[in-house]
């Protein structure tokens, strides 16, 4: 079936940048999010991008989307103790309702 | 900032008895979700939910839940009867497509069936 893949672990230092990588299967995913769950916490949104483009950028947060190797990124700029969490890739079909994830991305800064 | 919200944040409940889960999407939404995260695993889809109906469903998703959206804000998910692998966060999300198509989600409920 279609499965979305992310590596389970990262660990930067404060101030260096952090790049978190995702694969996907699904040739036809529209839409390709990143959410960011803190401890206890739920699914905080951060960004999306539409399989259109191959980049997005908001403020410390690049987005780059390889659409031909299904490779989604997220770049964390001068990266802070507090964006210590888990990272979800997930994608989603344009006529279809559910999202897949990724395992999530565990991202450790240290100071 | 309008948000999802979802209560109780804690459930404990022995097995074969009956949940619900409640949540409340943000207002000018019109899709709802439920989500489940087994502790250390994937967020899987549960099921969607349109203009009154259930739009998609997982195999996941059996006869034992339920949707409901009983007036004009709450939206729950039932389980009849708890087993032990209900264990899970679950997650409820809303969003308004056309647009953005983007699905915010609440803070999850977490439910312990002992």
């Known amino acids: 079936g279609e499965d979305v893949e992310q590596s389970l672990f990262l660990s930067v230092r404060e101030g260096d940048s952090s790049v978190i990588n995702c694969t996907y299967t699904d040739s036809s995913s529209t839409y390709l999010y990143w959410y960011k769950q803190e401890p206890g916490a739920g699914l905080q949104l951060l960004t999306y991008i539409f399989s259109n483009m191959d980049m997005k950028q908001d403020q410390r947060l690049t987005v780059l989307l390889n659409k031909k190797d299904k490779h989604l990124s997220l770049r964390i700029a001068d990266t802070q103790t507090g964006d210590s969490a888990i990272y979800f890739c997930?994608?989603?079909?344009?006529?279809?309702?559910?999202?897949?994830f990724g395992a999530g991305t565990r991202l450790t800064v240290k100071p | 900032e309008p948000e999802v919200t979802q209560t109780p944040s804690h459930q404990v409940t022995q097995m074969g008895q009956e949940v619900i889960l409640r949540c409340v999407p943000i207002s000018n939404h019109l899709y709802f979700y439920w989500y489940r995260q087994i502790l250390g695993q994937k967020v899987e889809f549960l099921v969607s939910f349109y203009n009154n109906e259930i739009s998609e469903k997982s195999e996941i998703f059996d006869d034992q839940f339920s949707v409901e959206r009983p007036d004009g804000s709450n939206f729950t998910l039932k389980i009849r009867s708890t087993k032990l692998e209900d264990s899970a966060m679950y997650f409820c999300a809303s969003d308004s497509p056309p647009g953005a198509d983007t699905q915010y989600f609440g803070p999850g409920t977490r439910l312990t069936v002992l």
């Open positions: 997930a994608e989603k079909e344009g006529n279809n309702n559910d999202m897949r």
